[in-house]
């Protein structure tokens, strides 16, 4: 407890300094703010792309001079071209149809030429074989995606036509047979997980991997970098005169890490925030609402995610902390923190792959190594295939191994700020780190 007692006081009087210089100067501002902007807006754009939609729709006049023509034919050909609509639902429609009776062909003729509507559809049937022929006028292009569309929609309608004059319809051919899907195991509860929500697992864990790694990488290297700006102003030697290296390098982690984490924050209450917001928004914009998908988002994968992310956190913090102490002039940070860059895509690569194979033995086995398992780990508990004491242990070595990394990064730190204008090699620093205090 007295360790405790000597490290804290001191390192929180230099994290504190460390948040404020950081979140106090003008580019963490404007940063912060343009971040969450872009976050914000990015769940958005379903939105905008819906409202792109929504102002280029193709209308069409449908004149019917076949007879016998099946009861639900305009419904047929409208959803052909629309889709089916959810029930209750007023999404927008791609193509407006507007059906005119026989006798209105010159007019609906004259309407097509003076540029109220992009096409006219001619339904007619031939004496023949009795089967419905059709006729489409346009200034389109022929092999455009409105008019292969609608020559699709019209294929569909004639199917629809055939099955009715052979008594029956699309429908009762196309009626759901009885299906089931259950697990393996009969023992088993609940049924596989749909294709949707495993596409959603997938993506949710890509992103929050992806979330991890872009902090690592962003504010690991705040940390390297105000460790030589200092130690090349000469104020690190100042302070080692009423601190311990202990003490400066925890101050350091704890007040970048926290500035970045703020960061981090506020971008992430954005993105939620956004999504809150866009079936109001999209039902303003729009004019009718959508659900706000979280994509399998759940309160386990929310609680993972944050544990392993300040551990990760923590861990490759103080790593980057004692490189930077090797150096000193913030140009040569990038170089010396070169070798943690390269663990760091390590494990950013495989937590990729390992997406892909989630219960295989090197999966597993990775995820307990403490510099992969905020990566690994969290996948495999975003995909559900985790037990909790499994996820204790890995979170565990994650924890001892930034024990031990904080006490050995601190003997590099304190031998590394007091070395200038060389450049050392790996065995020379462990020497010096031996040998200091």
Known sequence: MKGWRTLFPNAWYIAVREFRSRARSRSFVLGTVLLALIAFGATQLPVLVDFA??????????????SGLPSDAQTVLDQALNGTPA?????????????????????????????????????????????????LRTDMASDGRAVQAIGSAVDSLAIEDRLARAGTSTAAVLAPVAWAVLPANSSGAGAANSLNEQVSSSLLSTGLIVLIFMAIITYGMWVAMSVAEEKGSRVMELMLNATTPLQMLAGKVIGNGAAGLTQYGIVLAAIVGGLLAQGPIHEAVVGSSTDTQFGGLDPTVLVAFVVLFVLGFL???????????????????????????????????????GLQAIDEPWVKIASYVPFF??????????????????????????????????????????????????????REVLKAARVSR
């Open 53 to 66: 939609s929504g102002s280029s729709q193709t209308r069409v006049e449908v004149v019917a001079q076949a």
């Open 87 to 135: 029930a209750g639902s007023s999404e927008h429609k791609s193509y407006i149809l507007t059906w005119l009776p026989a006798d209105e062909l010159a007019a609906a003729q004259g309407d097509l030429e003076a540029g109220k509507f992009d096409a006219l559809l001619i339904i007619g049937r031939d004496a023949a074989s009795h089967d419905l022929s059709f006729t």
């Open 315 to 353: 861990l490759y913090s103080l790593l980057y902390a004692a490189l930077g102490s090797l150096v000193s002039r913030q140009e040569d940070v990038q170089s010396a923190t070169s070798p943690l860059m390269v663990l760091i895509m390590a494990g950013y690569f495989m937590s990729v792959i």
């Open 373 to 426: 398992s905020p990566y690994l780990m969290l996948a495999r508990v975003s995909a559900g295939h985790v037990e909790l004491w499994e996820f204790g242990l890995s979170v565990l070595l994650l924890a001892i191994s930034i024990v031990v990394a904080l006490f050995l990064a601190a003997r590099i730190y304190s031998a590394g700020v007091l070395l200038y204008g060389q450049r050392l090699s790996l």
